[in-house]
């Protein structure tokens, strides 16, 4: 899990950390997007089935998103930022998609947490 000073360079910190781990392969990604994703939402994981998910922040979007419900329901424990991400995703090194949209990262006890995106076509 990510630990840094601030909530901009937690939040470079995180998606330089996804983005190394997607170089390394889908495997290394899934574990990656296990172990921080948010505590109270690991059940809602997807598997990757093979894919990438490259994540590039737009770190000057990077805003306070207070009223989140990452399930419809509750929002996360936590300080929860909202930045606009493109999202490249690869399979075996081959662009299968790519999109403008935006990534939640949540400060919680010293540490950036997300939310395993759940890339189409990935069987989940």
Do not use: K, W
């Not at 330089?16 to 574990?31: F, P």
Request: include cysteine.
């Amino acid at each position: 899990v990510i630990a840094a000073a601030d909530p901009q360079q937690q939040g470079r910190d995180y998606f330089a950390a996804n983005n190394a781990a997607a170089r390394a392969g889908s495997a290394a990604q899934q574990e990656f997007f296990d172990r921080t994703q948010h505590p109270d939402f690991t059940g809602q994981v997807c598997e990757l089935g093979g894919l990438t998910v490259q994540l590039d922040p737009a770190m000057s979007t990077l805003r306070p998103d207070p009223h989140y419900l990452p399930d419809g329901t509750r929002p996360p424990r936590g300080e929860v930022f909202v930045v606009g991400v493109e999202v490249t995703v690869r399979r075996d090194g081959t662009i299968t998609g790519r999109q403008v949209g935006s990534q939640h990262v949540v400060l919680l006890d010293g540490t950036a947490r997300g939310f395993a995106p759940c890339p189409s076509g990935s069987g989940a």
